[in-house]
Each structure stands twice: as C-alpha cells, then as structure tokens.
C-alpha cells in the first residue's frame, strides 16, 4: 500500500520533515517515490508547504495520508477530492 507521510531530515533537536509519498514497508528515512511537501515544526506558527495538485492526484490513485499528515491538512485547509 502506497502512503503519504512524514519523512525526518532535521538534525538532533531540530526536526524538519518531508511530505512523501512512499510504500508502506519502507523505512521512515527510507527510499520514496515522490515530493510532496514540506513541514518545519520549529517556526512559529509551523510552517506547512503542500502541492495540492500531487496530494489530490495521489490520493485518488490511491494513496492514504497518514494520521500526521492528515492533521497537516486539516490545519492547511486541504480538502480531499
């Protein structure tokens, strides 16, 4: 199953996270197949960066958000179509 989530870059004590699209096996840091956006907890208010067009696009090829990255775009105001 292919899933859209968060992917780690940050450094110790300092998280930044990639939105990915990859398979559920995969490892968190691991291979992904594509780029969606990004999130950076630190910054105040969090700052969210998303395409639209790729999540909706995923998302009906069939790929499913996480629980984290749903909250995402909850709070981004992204609307699944």
């Excluded at 992917?7 to 990639?18: A, C, D, E, Q, V």
């Excluded at 629980?67 to 992204?78: A, E, P, Q, W, Y």
């Amino acid at each position: 199953m292919v899933r859209i989530r968060l992917r780690r870059i940050g450094s110790k004590g300092k998280p930044f996270y990639r939105i990915v699209v990859a398979d559920q096996r995969a490892p968190r840091n691991g291979k992904y197949i594509d780029l969606i956006g990004t999130y950076d907890p630190l910054q105040d208010p969090p700052e969210i960066s998303i395409d639209e067009e790729k999540i909706n696009k995923w998302i009906s090829n069939g790929a499913q958000p996480s629980d984290s990255v749903s909250s995402l775009m909850k709070t981004k105001g992204i609307e699944v179509k």
